[in-house]
């Protein structure tokens, strides 16, 4: 197995980790109900995908 010979500096180390953070999903617009989605996932809302009923969603009573 690799060993280090020296220790490396921490700017060195966090130069290394500047990519190594969490990525925002990306979110779209249903067009049948407007609500935020994950993009290639249902819409939690009204249960489309793609222009079709992929899930049947419960009407909840307000």
């Given amino acids: 197995?690799?060993?280090p010979k020296r220790r490396q500096s921490k700017t060195r180390t966090l130069k290394?980790?500047?990519h190594?953070?969490?990525v925002a999903p990306t979110l779209a617009v249903c067009p049948n109900?407007?609500?935020y989605y994950v993009y290639h996932?249902?819409?939690p809302t009204c249960g489309q995908y793609r222009g079709q009923q992929a899930i049947v969603m419960d009407e909840v009573a307000e």
């Fill in 1 to 3: 197995m690799a060993h």
């Fill in 33 to 35: 109900c407007g609500a």
């Fill in 16 to 18: 290394r980790r500047t």
């Fill in 20 to 22: 190594d953070k969490a």
């Fill in 41 to 43: 996932t249902v819409c």
